[in-house]
């Protein structure tokens, strides 16, 4: 099989040195044998995170027991069973959630931590799919209690896990607005089903959000961190709740505690990776009973780019210059020996 590691400029070590950070380089590694409750994946595509970058540059390590591999979903077809799995057969075209090693040939994953590709999906979709919906399914329906009628807001809603996010609370029966930071993204992010969208930067972005929703959110799901810190608490209605999620914004925040506690608001956060092994099986357990998100009005990942393997790094720093719509894809299937896929037509 073939996996990505990092590796340093200056040779050996993954760590960021003056020369820049180290460079995704793809080696062999034995092909290995799924154990009891496990599945081996035939990699066709893998998504890409923003985690990603940080265990690149050795500021988020994968959490103990998981590969130094990166990446943390993928789609493609079951390759080997394991003893004692069931429900599953070789040949299934499945995606995967993982705690890393998604950028391979072939990936080891737990069984109840799969999902079904739907049908008529392209490998791309189904590889975008696991992290950003189990991160804003966990969020939005089991941390923060989502209900119909509920009014959220999503800061970064274009990002993988935000275009996800919108969808999804509006097929729970939600209404929902969004924040991007800049005008070029309003328009697309809007016809996911967000109204208003506003520009994040702008000076007038906190009275645009009171004026077409005077009467507050009932959730902010946080991508962002410090940058929207005063939109989300002048946004959030008595009783709110916040979801922080994210901090590339900055993670320091003044806060008035009085008014937290006059305001009744509910104030939280949560790395999904983080979580116990069983967390997140519970969580995808509830995804696969769950019919909003695979409906025909549900939820799809919006595609913003897909590039072959070879061009991981290149991937990498698009993703890093960030401003997309929707989730990078990297199409993995040329390390199988084979041409690489149309990831856009359907597995």
């Given at each position: 099989?073939r996996?990505v590691?990092?590796?340093?400029?200056a040779?050996?070590?993954?760590?960021?040195?003056?020369a820049g950070?180290p460079?995704?380089?793809?080696?062999?590694?034995?092909t290995?044998?799924?154990?009891?409750?496990q599945v081996l994946?035939?990699?066709?595509?893998?998504?890409?995170?923003?985690?990603?970058?940080?265990?690149?540059?050795?500021?988020?390590q994968?959490?103990a027991g998981?590969?130094?591999?990166?990446?943390l979903e993928?789609a493609?077809?079951?390759?080997?069973?394991?003893?004692?799995?069931?429900g599953w057969?070789?040949?299934d075209?499945v995606?995967?959630?993982?705690g890393?090693?998604g950028?391979?040939s072939?990936?080891?994953?737990?069984?109840d931590?799969?999902l079904?590709?739907?049908?008529?999906?392209?490998?791309a979709?189904?590889a975008?799919?696991?992290?950003?919906?189990?991160?804003?399914?966990?969020?939005?329906?089991?941390?923060?209690?989502?209900?119909?009628?509920?009014?959220?807001?999503?800061?970064?809603?274009?990002?993988?896990?935000?275009?996800?996010?919108?969808?999804?609370?509006?097929?729970?029966?939600?209404?929902?607005?969004g924040?991007?930071?800049?005008?070029?993204l309003v328009?697309?992010?809007r016809?996911l089903?967000?109204?208003?969208?506003?520009?994040?930067?702008?000076?007038?972005?906190?009275e645009?959000?009171?004026?077409?929703?005077?009467?507050?959110?009932?959730?902010?799901?946080?991508?962002?961190?410090?940058?929207?810190?005063?939109?989300?608490?002048?946004?959030l209605?008595?009783?709110?709740?916040?979801l922080?999620?994210?901090v590339l914004?900055g993670?320091?925040?003044?806060?008035?505690?009085?008014?937290?506690?006059?305001r009744?608001?509910?104030i939280?956060?949560?790395?999904?990776?983080?979580?116990?092994?069983?967390?997140?099986a519970?969580?995808?357990?509830?995804?696969r009973?769950?019919?909003?998100?695979?409906g025909?009005?549900g939820?799809?990942p919006?595609i913003?780019?897909?590039?072959?393997a070879?061009d991981v790094a290149?991937?990498?720093?698009?993703?890093?210059h960030?401003?997309?719509?929707?989730?990078?894809?990297?199409?993995?299937?040329?390390?199988h020996g084979e041409?690489?896929?149309?990831?856009?037509?359907?597995?």
């Amino acid at each position: 099989m073939r996996q990505v590691l990092f590796t340093s400029p200056a040779g050996d070590a993954a760590s960021r040195s003056p020369a820049g950070p180290p460079t995704p380089v793809w080696v062999d590694a034995p092909t290995p044998t799924p154990g009891a409750g496990q599945v081996l994946i035939e990699v066709s595509a893998s998504g890409l995170n923003r985690a990603d970058l940080l265990q690149r540059d050795a500021d988020y390590q994968p959490p103990a027991g998981e590969s130094a591999v990166p990446g943390l979903e993928c789609a493609g077809r079951i390759a080997a069973l394991g003893p004692g799995v069931t429900g599953w057969q070789v040949g299934d075209l499945v995606c995967a959630l993982l705690g890393s090693g998604g950028y391979a040939s072939h990936v080891l994953v737990a069984q109840d931590l799969l999902l079904p590709v739907p049908e008529g999906w392209s490998p791309a979709e189904a590889a975008a799919l696991p992290e950003a919906l189990a991160t804003a399914w966990w969020n939005l329906r089991s941390r923060a209690g989502l209900r119909p009628g509920d009014r959220v807001l999503v800061h970064a809603a274009n990002s993988g896990v935000g275009t996800t996010a919108v969808q999804l609370a509006r097929s729970l029966g939600a209404t929902v607005a969004g924040t991007v930071r800049t005008p070029a993204l309003v328009e697309r992010v809007r016809a996911l089903g967000a109204d208003p969208v506003v520009v994040s930067t702008s000076p007038d972005a906190g009275e645009t959000l009171r004026r077409q929703v005077p009467d507050g959110f009932d959730i902010v799901l946080d991508l962002v961190g410090a940058a929207v810190a005063g939109l989300t608490l002048a946004g959030l209605r008595t009783g709110g709740r916040w979801l922080c999620v994210g901090v590339l914004g900055g993670d320091e925040v003044p806060l008035s505690l009085r008014a937290v506690i006059r305001r009744r608001l509910v104030i939280t956060g949560g790395s999904l990776r983080s979580l116990p092994a069983a967390e997140k099986a519970a969580i995808i357990a509830e995804l696969r009973q769950a019919g909003p998100w695979a409906g025909p009005d549900g939820v799809r990942p919006v595609i913003a780019a897909t590039y072959p393997a070879a061009d991981v790094a290149v991937a990498l720093d698009r993703l890093e210059h960030g401003g997309l719509l929707g989730k990078i894809v990297l199409d993995v299937s040329a390390h199988h020996g084979e041409p690489a896929t149309d990831l856009t037509e359907p597995l």
